[in-house]
Structures are given as structure tokens and as C-alpha cells.
């Protein structure tokens, strides 16, 4: 089992930044990607950002250029920074683990943090 704990989240005016964070802890696998999903009311999860072991990122369009996936692999922690924030950024963010020691995707969840953006 893998445990993911996040923080950061809140409320910020448009234009601000946040930054958060998703520790993990538990049986973590040599190898492993993390990412960011979030999920706005009425929508479905959608990927935001992911990050390899090996610093390879990537980003959905509409987050390109704003915000910033990044990891610190002693700790086995990622963030997310995120600036230049919109309203329809305002979304609960879920925080990804990811390994296939399994021969298959093997997931856990963050619990969520919310993000809200005011115009």
C-alpha cells in the first residue's frame, strides 16, 4: 500500500499562484510516476500534469507555461506550482502514484485539496 497525504490548496484571486504538495509513503516501488488530476463540479477527472523518476514531465495544453510539476525523490514528494491561476482552474486537485511493479498500472489517490480561483 501506498499513503499520499497533499496540502497547498485555498482560495486565491485570479492571477495568484498556489503550490501543492503530495507526500508519499508506504511500499513505494523502485520506479514510479506522479502526477496531478483535478476535478471540477460537474466534470470528470482530468489529468494536469505527470512526472517520471526520471524528471520527464507533461503538462495538459491548458496548463502549459502556468504551472509546474516537480519532485524531490529523497522525500518522495511532488508539487505543483501553479501560477497565473484562472477561475476555471478552480477544481479539487487529487495527487497520483503510479508504478507497474505489477506488470500493470498500479494506482493510489490523494484524498483531494481544493483549489478555488475568484474572478
Known amino acids: 500500500q501506498v499513503q499520499l497525504v497533499e496540502s497547498g490548496g485555498g482560495l486565491v484571486q485570479s492571477g495568484g499562484s498556489l503550490r501543492l504538495s503530495c507526500a508519499a509513503s508506504?511500499?513505494?516501488?523502485?520506479?514510479?510516476?506522479m502526477g496531478w488530476y483535478r476535478q471540477a463540479p460537474g466534470k470528470q477527472r482530468e489529468l494536469v500534469a505527470t512526472?517520471?523518476?526520471?524528471?520527464?514531465?507533461f503538462y495538459v495544453d491548458s496548463v502549459k507555461g502556468r504551472f509546474t510539476i516537480s519532485r524531490d525523490n529523497a522525500k518522495n514528494t511532488v508539487y505543483l506550482q501553479m501560477n497565473t491561476l484562472k477561475p476555471e482552474d478552480t477544481a479539487v486537485y487529487y495527487c497520483?502514484?503510479?508504478?507497474?511493479?505489477?506488470?500493470?498500472?498500479?494506482?493510489?489517490w490523494g484524498q483531494g485539496t481544493q483549489v478555488t480561483v475568484s474572478s
Open positions: 497520483n502514484y503510479r508504478d507497474y511493479r505489477l506488470g500493470y498500472a498500479n494506482d493510489y
Open positions: 508506504g511500499s513505494i516501488f523502485v520506479i514510479y510516476t
Open positions: 512526472i517520471t523518476s526520471g524528471g520527464n514531465t
